[in-house]
Structures are given as C-alpha cells and as structure tokens.
C-alpha cells in the first residue's frame, strides 16, 4: 500500500492543493488592489488571513504588480518597524541575490544598506542605521519606497502589513501618523493591514482618536463554507483511499465551526486515526476529538482553574447555547446562574480582553473550538 503524508495541515502558511476554496475572497483581493485601496482585513486568530493574502499575492501577474510583505509581529519600536519593512521591499524587488544592494541603496540610502551571508550562506540585506533623535526620516524613506517604485517601474504595488496591532506595542504612534499621512497620497499603491486581536485592531481603525482612523475600509474574513469543506475534504480522504461520507463532514463542520485552522487540526487526526480501506464513522470522529481534547487536557484545566466563576458560568452557556445567542438577555442569566446582566457583562469583557471569547454578529462564541467542545463535555463548575 502506498504511504500517504497526512495531506492535513494546521499551523503556518498553506497553499496550493492543501488550500481551500476562498475563491470570492480571491476575487476580492483582486479587485482592491486593481483600484489600489486601502483594506484592512481582520478575523478571529487563525482564521486564514495570512494564507490568504499570501494566495492572492501569488496569483498577481508579475509584469503588472510588485508586492512586499511584511510581518510586524517581531518587531518592537519603530527602529524594528523600519528595518523589517525596508529589508521585506529590498527582497521583493531583487529578482536576484545580487541585485539586493543595488535594490537597497536605491530605495534606502539613509539606512546604510549592506549585504550579509545569513547562517546557511544565503545573502540577505541588513541596515546599519541609528535611529535619529526623532525617527522621522528613517520612517518617511521606507513608507515612501512603494510610491517610487510604481512610478518608476510603472506597476502597481502592493504592501501587506501582517500583524498590524503590533504597532500599538511601540513607544509613539509616530509609524500610524505617517502612515496616514503618507498612505492616503499614494496613487498606485494597495496597502493590506491584516490583523487578528479584533479589539486592538478596532481600536487602530475605529477609534476617532487614533491616526488610522477610517483610513482603510473594512474587510472581515469569516469560516469557510461547509459546501467548500465537503469536496475539500472528501478528495483528500479518497486520495489516501480512506472514505468519509457527506454527513460525517457536516458534523466535523458543525464541530468547528467551519473554523479553518480547527477543521484542518481534526481532519488530520481523523485521518491517522482512520485506516486505508476503512469509512470513516460517528464513533471515529468522537474518538480523534478525544485525542485532541486529552492532548490540551492539562493546559485547558489550567486556564478553567484560572477562570472567575461568573466567566466559567458564562463560557459552559456558550458552549451549550446554539450560535447568535444573547448573553446579556434574561433568560441566559437565569438558565446559567449568573445573577444579573451587568454580572454577565463584566464576564464578557475580561473573557474578550483575554481573547478567549470573540464578538459575532452581536454575540459571542468561544474562540478555541476544541476549549469549547471540552466545556461542553465537562459536568462540573
Ligand atoms: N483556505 C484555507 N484552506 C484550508 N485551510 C486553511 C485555509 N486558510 C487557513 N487554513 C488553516 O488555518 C491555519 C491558519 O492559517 P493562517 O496562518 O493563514 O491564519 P491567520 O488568520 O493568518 O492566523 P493568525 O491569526 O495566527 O495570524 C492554517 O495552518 C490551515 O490549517
Ligand atoms: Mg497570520
């Protein structure tokens, strides 16, 4: 029998064969930085926003767009801001390793660019500046680059920002003003902020008070369709000549709420759990989710025990109520012995500041699946 590689994969980037659907998001994409906007695209924590994007960017036509990406997430302050931005333009617009200075002491002269071999020998660009007393040039020369280089080069950009409330981590918001600044000139420039911890990122660009504000329009990615989910799946399982039936995907779906990163985590334990030859039953998938659940099991423990009753209270209502319920209504504080809604409203608002629960369409859910089916399946407080 051949020995298939489990073609399930959670954690960092997918693409390819092992990427599913988001054809209208594609379309999306697309379309925005055809008309160079401004977008920024937020969701709950692996969500598949990065994959995404990295999809999109791929299926520009080279001739037409020049693309940079920059993930913010190791960065810290803004000297970090401008060397991650300005090292992530340099490399995308060097076709070769050896264009990389040239690329760089056009672009960025100020930041004394030289070239390295990195640990494995491969050249990359490193910056040798100080930061001036105010950091303003360094910032204005990365933030500018896109600009020049669609002048020049006579295509459009685009920038993808990843991790974009990191920002909120430096000491001024002197990167978010001449963001601002700087991004609402750009003509042939598409900027793509991404971003996960939906209440810092609403702060970045609800807030009238801050820099961002309204400076990009919105553009939420929400779970994949279980109607994309069923062919997805079931090929991948036929692939390595295992069966699973329609119904036994629509319960996975239901599980996970279509939640990419989680769907993709059980299908894959369902996948070593299942033989070749074999159809995959009810009793299969309650056995992988129980791998799953003893795997977290200690670390779950710890977080409930860590927990505030009223938050245990409100979480076990959650995970047993279907989805959209109200958690502040009457019949939700009574069913679940949380005494009043303002009790209920104080749960919520640490439980969202810990990013344990997410807002949704004017409710809440839990953002781990797998923390809320093992709530589900717990009987005590
Ligand atoms: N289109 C997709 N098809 C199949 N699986 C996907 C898809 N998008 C995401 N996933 C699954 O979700 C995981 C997380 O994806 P990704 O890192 O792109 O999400 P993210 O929203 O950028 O996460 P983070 O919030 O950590 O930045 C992937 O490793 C994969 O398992
Ligand atoms: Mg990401």
New binding site residues.
Partial sequence: MRNIKNP???????EGA?????KKELTDLATAVESSEKLFVY??????????V??ALRQLTKSRYASAYIDLWPTDGELSFVAATARAITESMSSNAGQLLDVAKQLFSRLTPSVTADAEGKPKVTFGFNLSVQPGPEIEEVLTAPAKIAERGKRKVVIVF??VQQVLEYESDMVERRLRSIIQKHQNVSYLF?G?RKHLIQKMFLDRSRPLYRAAAHYP?GP?GMAHWIP?IARKFREGEKMIADDAIQKICKLTEGH??Y???LCHALWELCEAGQVVTESLIEAAIKVLLDRESYAYTALWESLALNQRRLLKGLASEPAGVKPFAGVFVRRHGLGSASNSQRAVESLLNRDLIDRDNGSFLISDRFFRIWIGQRQVQ
């Fill in positions: 399930f994969q959670y954690g960092g980037i997918v092992a990427f599913c659907n988001r969701s709950e924590r692996r969500l598949g926003k990065t994959s995404l990295h999809t990843d991790e991404l996960s990615l994949i997805f990419p990163f769907t993709q985590h």
